[in-house]
């Protein structure tokens, strides 16, 4: 084993000094130094001056088309699909967006003390108990997507381990 590891050093050793020896020169130029040269002017294109025009500053310009009036124009279906669209999202009072679940039991008195223990440690955000049949929940904050509630989250992360990032829906002012 031994032998073959100076062995395998050895060569990889000549490899290396064989790869870094300078390259000779010769200076006699014999026949098969010659370069290869062929004229492939032949194959080109030939072009007629004559038909190559030199373009103006006239010609360069863009000519602006007359203006048509659409014979078959669909905006007053669009106007229409539009306002109802409208309508509906004016009549929306919640979208989906982001929250941040800290307890999730059906003990009402667990539920009240994360709460009060979220108020302790970390007084600027507000908490809120929901009660979805059977399970209490202490819900935090409510962002329109995910990353705005990641500061949040890895700060609430620090006292309540169990809290995750959860789809709610997010009341519109």
Aim: hydrophobic fraction near 35%.
């Amino acid at each position: 084993m031994r032998l073959f590891s100076k062995i395998s050093l050895v060569s990889c050793g000549v490899l290396l000094l064989a790869g870094c020896a300078a390259p000779k020169k010769t200076t006699t130029p014999s026949a098969a130094d010659k370069k290869y040269s062929e004229d492939l002017s032949v194959w080109r294109p030939k072009v007629d001056p004559a038909q190559d025009p030199q373009i103006t500053a006239e010609q360069s310009e863009r000519k602006q088309p007359p203006y048509v009036e659409p014979k078959y124009a669909i905006n007053k279906k669009l106007d229409a699909v539009l306002d109802s669209i409208d309508h509906f999202n004016l009549q929306r009072n919640f979208i989906d967006g982001f929250t941040i679940q800290v307890y999730s039991g059906t003990k009402r008195e667990d539920a009240l003390n994360a709460k009060k223990d979220l108020t302790s440690y970390m007084p600027e955000i507000e908490s809120d108990v929901q009660y979805s049949q059977p399970n209490y929940r202490v819900k935090i904050g409510q962002y329109f997507k995910r990353i705005d509630a990641q500061e949040d989250y890895l700060e609430v992360k620090k006292y309540f381990p169990s809290a995750i990032v959860i789809p709610d829906k997010v009341a519109i002012d």
